[in-house]
């Protein structure tokens, strides 16, 4: 069955830096987008960043833009079939649960609808 699991989440002060990790089991990355997002209590899930499988090309939605960076690694020999999303100069506004998850197309999206299978989540806390 396909697993992601994410971490890499904490506390941390306005303007300091975090990198998520995504892993996913029993399946490789290879072809299918990854997205990031994120959720606050009583909001709707927000789509943060985006990934394609070939080549490699990214979406960001415009409140992380110049401040995220998603990457991955296909590499499912080295067991780093793995999806990363380094924030840097992260806001109290960034304060949310970040999920990876995996659409069944290639193209990418920021919208949730579009994406069949989900980590857990882990929590990133912005504050000072």
């Known amino acids: 069955q396909w697993q992601f699991v994410e971490s890499g989440g904490g506390l941390v002060q306005p303007g300091e830096s975090l990198r998520l990790s995504c892993i996913a089991s029993r399946f490789t990355l290879e072809n299918y987008a990854i997205g990031w997002f994120r959720q606050t209590p009583g909001k709707e899930r927000e789509g943060v960043s985006c990934?394609?499988?070939?080549?490699?090309?990214?979406?960001?939605?415009?409140s992380v833009k110049g401040r995220f960076t998603m990457s991955k690694d296909n590499n499912r020999n080295n067991a780093n079939n793995t999806v990363y999303l380094q924030m840097n100069n992260l806001d109290p506004k960034d304060t949310a649960v970040y999920f990876c998850?995996?659409?069944?197309?290639?193209?990418?999206?920021?919208?949730?609808?579009?994406?069949?299978?989900w980590g857990q989540g882990t929590q990133v806390t912005v504050s000072s």
């Open positions: 998850a995996r659409r069944s197309g290639s193209a990418c999206t920021l919208n949730s609808q579009f994406y069949s299978y």
């Open positions: 990934i394609t499988p070939v080549g490699g090309d990214t979406l960001y939605a415009d």
